[in-house]
């Protein structure tokens, strides 16, 4: 069974840019409805997401020529309200041939800076 480790950290402001620059359409393009909901807006929690689906990117290992979607990515609430990673379309068919089951995520945010760790067995 394979073990994989992704992190990524990610700086508010960046997220911020976007939003400013590109407004609904970057929200549109990287961040599910749900995902949008749940941030209320907040560039912090919004790049607590991106780190997250970085750090999955990083576990799964697309090739060059199989980009995945931003959206093919949703950070998700479980019952207990611990976040975690719902993948879909092609992440979830990469994950299938990787031969990975299970994905965990632990993601924080302080001040300006969040960050995300994915570990996919």
Same mark, same amino acid.
């Given at each position: 069974?394979?073990?994989?480790?992704?992190? @990524?950290?990610?700086?508010?402001?960046?997220?911020? @840019?976007? &939003?400013?620059?590109?407004? *609904?359409?970057?929200? @549109?393009?990287?961040?599910?409805?749900?995902?949008?909901?749940?941030?209320?807006? @907040?560039?912090?929690? &919004?790049?607590?997401?991106? *780190?997250?689906?970085?750090?999955?990117?990083?576990?799964?290992?697309?090739?060059?020529?199989?980009?995945?979607?931003?959206?093919?990515?949703?950070?998700?609430?479980?019952?207990?309200?611990?976040? #975690?990673?719902?993948?879909? $379309?092609?992440?979830?068919?990469?994950?299938?041939?990787? $031969? &990975?089951?299970?994905? #965990?995520?632990?993601?924080?945010?302080?001040?300006?800076?969040?960050? *995300?760790?994915?570990?996919?067995?």
């Amino acid at each position: 069974m394979p073990l994989r480790v992704g992190i @990524d950290l990610v700086k508010a402001a960046t997220v911020q @840019d976007a &939003l400013a620059e590109h407004g *609904a359409r970057y929200l @549109d393009r990287v961040y599910t409805p749900a995902e949008q909901e749940q941030c209320g807006g @907040d560039p912090l929690r &919004l790049a607590a997401r991106f *780190a997250a689906k970085e750090a999955t990117m990083k576990v799964l290992q697309p090739r060059a020529d199989d980009a995945l979607p931003w959206l093919a990515i949703e950070v998700v609430r479980n019952p207990d309200a611990a976040p #975690a990673i719902a993948l879909h $379309g092609a992440a979830a068919a990469l994950a299938r041939q990787a $031969g &990975l089951t299970e994905l #965990a995520l632990s993601f924080t945010h302080e001040d300006e800076y969040a960050a *995300a760790v994915v570990v996919g067995t």
